[in-house]
């Protein structure tokens, strides 16, 4: 909003940027136009460890990761990213923390922050995408900020260095995905199922259909995600995809407890079954 | 007492300052806009099930049938219309006259019940067999589950796990009439929680499924069709007040505030009169006292909301004022200057729940008793001058609380 453009905000804007970070989507485009299917992992910042299993994804083959920057009311998401939101949040995570901490290292794929629009709008648009920029996070995605809502952070992103990532849902009509798609950075996210994030125990019927319209409908990378538990249903998803998301299924393993090595051998599994298929 | 005529502009604030139009409660602007507050933040998922209930609201609503078997059903069914009660003694107490808009006597008895069943006839209209809703201290819920009885509908309510303990009375009532209610254990595990987990519900069902969300909140268009649902109680109000006081209008009109609809239907009675507008929020969940712009609900309104924009819990005795956020509307009319926003606590609630109880033989729920808390403050500070008239939604009865009033006022509160 424009009246959300606040003095602390003209402060942020002042100085250069120490711009970090891989660019999302000619990374992304790259690993595509190579024969290769994309796997997205995501990891909630400021879980304790974070920073070491979201190593432990790219090393095991990730060709990005996104990361959660938790909101105390996640209506997208399901038991266990709320969890982990929770979790997160008691441990006195902020945007500022969560990418302080991720200045320290350098990932060697893109990053793209996954958060909801009042953590967005409470920081201010480009204080937000400043803070990204310098925490090496070029890409976003903002689920609860549709097409008409989201023109203004949509600019102040392009013009901070942050590509910003619109979801399709099995119910967009066709126009709307036409303008999802010709808006969208980085990559469309195809949304699988009508409903939450969280595994599942099958794939939907829905996630299929929807990744041919995404692929007849744009050159950008397409990536399908939401309930994707394991490798079985990874390679179902991208089969009409360029690649996919998994997410709950490796917060559960973080929530309870494993060790990166575990999350690392999880993403490999889905690796190595996306290689192979 | 007022002397403004009704249509012409208001006396109040910002909005009469030359060459701006007078504050009316008309339809939103594009993208359901109240000024800078409302809009539609939700998920792509969503966003098509908005844009359908947006369209059948506007055809219902220019619809001579459909408003024909929604007065119908309010009237034969609700008991409609309710009177506006001049209340002798508590005026006498207070030293200003006090008329109550008695929605308290409506079936299931809060004002919840005129949306309701505006929202169950969308719900047909739109073809779909389920209901979801969120519900605070049960009100909506029990209207809700009522609706759905009599329409057929199945249904499932949200409600705190909290509230579900403080308001065990109305999670029966909504049993015994058919629904399912399903307890939120997330969060604070009060309203707010229980908006969410009906839109996470609503997300996975929304094909045969229609959210009946219970206040002036959410994404657009439900502040605009809520309060439009709601809008009887102010036209009414209106008219009977003019015919007890010899044409005029009263001086103030005052309503509680939680997401806001008995104050929204309220004061689109009023809006355009020259009675000041006053709303009352619980002092533990005062979003605009307290509260920041920001988005939550698919509204962009004022939040309880910490410097990261984390929302905070809110904290009253009333579980349907334990909300940190306002409707868009309000926040709007708030800003600029037409309506204003104040708060009372619990301890005064309570007496005033008492006063009430005592002077007229009313026992009002606890959520109205804030409307009247804030009033016997003023006039006892002489911010309500002696001799005003003021008018007062009494948006529900007190059936539900008693059990918990009684274990507060008989010092063994669980
Ligand atoms: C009797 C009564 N009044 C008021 C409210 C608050 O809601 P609103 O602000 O939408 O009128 C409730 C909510 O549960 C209620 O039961």
Redesign the pocket.
């Known amino acids: 909003m424009s009246t959300e453009s606040s003095v602390e905000e003209e402060v942020w804007d002042k100085g250069p940027v120490d711009e970090r970070g891989l660019l999302v989507e000619p990374t992304l485009r790259a690993a595509r136009d190579s024969g290769r299917k994309l796997l997205v992992g995501y990891v909630t910042g400021g879980l304790p460890g974070w920073i070491d299993h979201l190593a432990a994804m790219v090393d095991a083959g990730a060709d990005a990761v996104e990361v959660g920057i938790p909101f105390s009311d996640p209506v997208m998401d399901g038991p266990t990213i709320q969890e982990a939101s929770l979790r997160a949040l008691q441990a006195g995570a902020t945007p500022p923390s969560i990418l302080e901490e991720l200045r320290a290292v350098d990932i060697p794929v893109p990053l793209v922050a996954m958060t909801y629009y009042n953590v967005v709008a409470r920081a201010g648009h480009r204080r937000f995408a400043r803070l990204l920029v310098e925490g090496g996070v070029r890409g976003a995605i903002v689920p609860d900020l549709p097409l008409e809502e989201s023109p203004e952070w949509e600019r102040a992103a392009r013009v901070g260095g942050v590509e910003t990532t619109l979801l399709v849902a099995p119910v967009t009509p066709d126009d709307r995905l036409a303008e999802i798609c010709a808006r969208s950075h980085g990559f469309v996210y195809g949304v699988n199922l009508m409903g939450v994030t969280g595994e599942r125990a099958s794939l939907a019927d829905s996630a299929g259909i929807l990744a041919r319209r995404l692929k007849a409908a744009t050159d950008l990378p397409v990536v399908m995600g939401f309930g994707i538990s394991g490798p079985a249903q990874a390679v179902d998803a991208a089969a009409d995809a360029d690649g996919v998301v998994v997410a709950s299924a490796l917060m559960r393993l973080a929530l309870g407890g494993a060790r990166p090595a575990e999350v690392g051998a999880a993403v490999a599994a889905v690796r190595a079954a996306l290689d192979g298929s | 007492m007022s002397t403004t005529q009704p249509g012409l502009p208001t006396q109040h604030g910002p909005s009469t300052q030359q060459g701006v139009p007078p504050v009316r409660m008309a339809e939103p602007g594009a993208g359901g806009r109240f000024g800078d507050f409302g809009g539609r933040y939700l998920p792509e998922s969503l966003v098509p099930a908005c844009l359908e209930l947006e369209a059948a609201f506007r055809r219902a609503w220019n619809d001579e049938a459909f408003k024909g078997r929604y007065h119908a059903l309010l009237s034969d069914y609700a008991g409609r219309p309710t009177p506006v009660t001049a209340c002798d003694r508590l005026s006498e107490e207070l030293g200003v006259r006090v008329l109550l808009k008695r929605e308290d006597l409506t079936h299931t008895g809060?004002?919840?019940i005129n949306n309701v069943i505006g929202q169950a006839l969308l719900t047909v209209d739109m073809g779909k067999g389920r209901m979801v809703a969120e519900?605070?201290?049960g009100?909506?819920g029990v209207a809700t589950a009522t609706a759905a009885a009599l329409f057929g509908l199945e249904c499932v309510v949200y409600m705190g796990e909290l509230d579900t303990e403080r308001q065990e009375l109305n999670v029966f009532r909504m049993e015994l009439l058919g629904a399912e209610v399903r307890p939120v254990t997330s969060g604070s595990r009060t309203l707010k929680d229980a908006v969410n987990e009906a839109l996470r519900d609503w997300v996975a069902t929304v094909g045969n499924t229609h959210y009946c969300l219970?206040?002036?909140m959410g994404p657009h268009p439900y502040p605009w069709l809520v309060r439009e649902f709601q809008r009887i109680v102010g036209e009414e109000a209106r008219e009977q007040c003019r015919a007890l006081l010899a044409g005029k209008d009263p001086d103030l009109v005052v309503a509680?505030?939680?997401?806001?609809?008995?104050?929204a239907g309220t004061f689109a009675g009023f809006v355009e009169t020259g009675a000041q507008l006053v709303g009352v929020e619980a002092a533990g969940g005062a979003a605009m006292a307290r509260g920041i712009p920001g988005v939550l609900h698919g509204m962009r309104s004022y939040l309880l909301q910490d410097e990261w924009g984390q929302i905070l819990e809110a904290e009253s005795i009333s579980?349907?004022?334990d909300y940190p956020g306002i409707g868009p509307e309000h926040a709007y009319l708030g800003s600029s200057g037409r309506a204003r926003y104040t708060t009372a606590e619990d301890a005064e609630v309570l007496d005033a729940l008492q006063l009430l109880a005592r002077t007229e033989g009313i026992i009002p729920?606890l959520?109205?008793a804030h409307a009247l808390a804030w009033l016997a403050r003023a006039c006892r500070s002489g911010e309500v001058p002696a001799g005003s008239t003021v008018m007062v939604t009494l948006?529900?009865r007190g059936d539900k609380d008693a059990e918990q009033v009684m274990g507060v006022l008989k010092g063994n509160r669980s």
């Open positions: 809060s004002h919840k519900t605070g201290a009100q909506h219970g206040s002036v509680c505030v939680g997401g806001g609809s008995n104050a579980a349907g004022l729920a959520e109205p948006s529900g």
